[in-house]
């Protein structure tokens, strides 16, 4: 889909918006080129005004929706950004809602976990979801938490099988500036961890973000002070889940351990909608 500013075309609403941003902060690309720069929700909706497009209905999510999959740095940002050697991110605090990543020409951002490597271990898990509620369970994040918590998933995937090891605390977790999606708790051997959690649906095939990671984590070790904290990214996938255990490296948040798991007997509403696409493709 494509959309016509003022006689140029875009490859959506937003890049106008970006461009003016870009191009008021360095002056159309005669200032600060090589430096990263942020902007704020504010900046956004004085975009948006001074170009007379119409403001989406949130704009706090207008940097989210650009950056949820990795489509290509052509789909976050205009050419007219790109060609100065820049890609997109989002960025929360204080208000900011992006940053203008300074990544070189010819380069883009990675901060996408894209689960395509082989497993460290696969668990099976016991499908102890209340058989009433079966019919009515969705494919959404909340989903996602009820079913780690009937059916004790990561205690059987990290607390070494010890049921209940592992419990919830809170979900979400709206602290600022980073709202963490799920915290759970453990006190394994007298070694108290805390587990804030990034969590990617099966309806909106969204991708783990590590930039948004990391930040909820920043966020986790401001507010928890003293106590190990152990990130997970979990991905909802056909009758199971990725979890990925994450640790801090460089300032950076790289993979320690993926685990799969998958459920016996299977979550029907987890299956459908896979079973439903390969019949409508012939797959």
Known sequence: ????????????????????????????????????????????????RALNIKEPASISNTILDLTRQDR????????SIIEFGYDLRKKTGNNFAGEFVYVGMGNAISSWYLWDIEPDYEVVCKNTIPEKIKPYLGRDEGALFSVIDYCDVLSYSLGDGIPQSIIRVQNPMKWQPNEIDGLYHSNINGVETLYPIEAKALSTGDHINLEQMLGAYNTAVSKLGDVEIVPLGIKMISNGMNIGVFKMAEGALSLHRFISVKFEPEIEAWTSIIKERRRRYNV
Do not use: Q
Request: proline residues 4%; positive net charge; glycine residues 8%.
């Open 72 to 79: 290509g740095i052509n789909s976050r940002l205009p050419e």
């Open 1 to 48: 889909m494509s959309y016509e500013h003022k006689g140029r075309v875009y490859r959506s609403f937003k890049h106008p918006m970006l461009e003016y941003i870009f191009n008021t902060i360095t002056k159309s690309g005669t200032e600060g080129i090589g430096y990263n720069h942020s902007f704020t929700l504010a900046d956004i909706s004085s975009a948006y």
